[in-house]
């Protein structure tokens, strides 16, 4: 079985709502869809690819992929709204999220997305997501309005996810918007690999995966930066920065989960040899990138007795489905 745990659909529903905002972020229609205005740098084109379950499901087909673990992607990202309009939207697409895996069972997964900006309106949204529309994991953004997600204002909710023993699957979002953003296209290509990073950094030495050590939290884009440069930061540790890590940057990481995308196999390699392959999940991040490139990928980069592991069964045991 295939499972393809990063795999991003963005519901009419949701999109509609963002039709003549004049503030970022705000969506227009377009003949095949829709234009999605993350900022004064960032837009993104959803067609078909995007937006229509029913196209996706053809996608899965043609490809060979069971099951997709689907979130929202950037436009899920609803931390910096007014309350009330936070806790709407995350209804909404959580109810989203609830109606793919009740219209196509088995081929969809739905991730809870939450009203960061406050920790009990989160927790309840959480609780609803879960007991009311049997969602099976939590998508979190990087940051939440440019804030740490290790503040201590959200324990609350880190708190209710391990109780509930959900993976939580983040995601980049809009990372170095402001001051001013970064130039050249950086900040999805680049700048997204780092707001990841810099998040479970602060997961790490800010001592939430301490507080709460059955989180289990699933890193994107193989790990970002940080399985790169995790001896540099063992130096610095050494130095004495973060006096209250209980452990090395390395033994960290290999607690955490990892996904495939990365388009080099070095890059995948070098992984594999920091972290067990129990902990390495199959994604495609479609449809920004292509699902059947990434499959070929894993075909070839993964080594053969690790392969039926990677492919599905370490998301389904993640997911408590094995």
């Not at 049997?134 to 201590?152: D, K, R, S």
């Not at 790990?223 to 890590?245: A, N, S």
């Not at 594999?272 to 449809?287: A, H, R």
Request: with cysteine; hydrophobic share 40%; charged share 25%.
């Amino acid at each position: 079985m295939i499972v393809d745990s990063q795999w991003h659909w963005h519901p009419p529903a949701l999109l509609d709502r963002h039709l003549g905002r004049t503030q970022y972020p705000r969506a227009s229609r377009t003949d095949d869809g829709y234009v999605y205005e993350v900022s004064e740098d960032e837009t993104w084109n959803y067609d078909a690819r995007a937006t229509d379950l029913d196209f996706q499901v053809k996608v899965l087909d043609g490809v060979g992929i069971d099951t997709a673990i689907v979130s929202a992607s950037v436009a899920g990202d609803l931390s910096d709204r007014v309350a009330g309009e936070a806790v709407e939207l995350s209804i909404l697409l959580n109810e989203e999220m609830a109606r793919a895996e009740s219209t196509y069972p088995e081929r969809f997964i739905g991730l809870a997305h939450l009203p960061l900006a406050d920790a009990d309106q989160a927790v309840d949204v959480l609780q609803d997501a879960v007991s009311r529309l049997g969602l099976a994991g939590v998508m979190m953004p990087g940051n939440v309005a440019g804030e740490t997600i290790a503040t201590e204002r959200l324990y609350p909710v880190y708190e209710a996810v391990e109780a509930l023993g959900l993976p939580i699957f983040l995601h980049p979002t809009r990372s170095f918007r402001h001051p001013k953003p970064l130039p050249y296209r950086m900040e999805v290509s680049l700048g997204y690999m780092f707001d990841t990073s810099l998040a479970t950094m602060g997961l790490i030495v800010g001592g939430v995966l301490d507080r709460f050590p059955d989180l289990k939290i699933v890193h994107p884009h193989a790990g970002g930066t940080l399985p790169y440069v995790h001896g540099r930061l063992e130096v610095y540790r050494h130095k004495g920065w973060w006096p209250d890590m209980k452990r090395s940057f390395g033994e960290y990481l290999q607690g955490l989960y990892f996904d495939t995308v990365c388009n080099e196999p070095e890059t995948l390699e070098l992984l594999m040899k920091l972290v067990p392959s129990e902990q390495i999940l199959f994604s495609t991040d479609f449809p920004y990138f292509s699902s059947r490139k990434a499959l070929e990928f894993a075909r070839t980069y993964v080594p053969d007795a690790d392969l039926p592991g990677v492919l599905g069964q370490n998301a389904l045991k993640l997911l408590g489905r094995l």
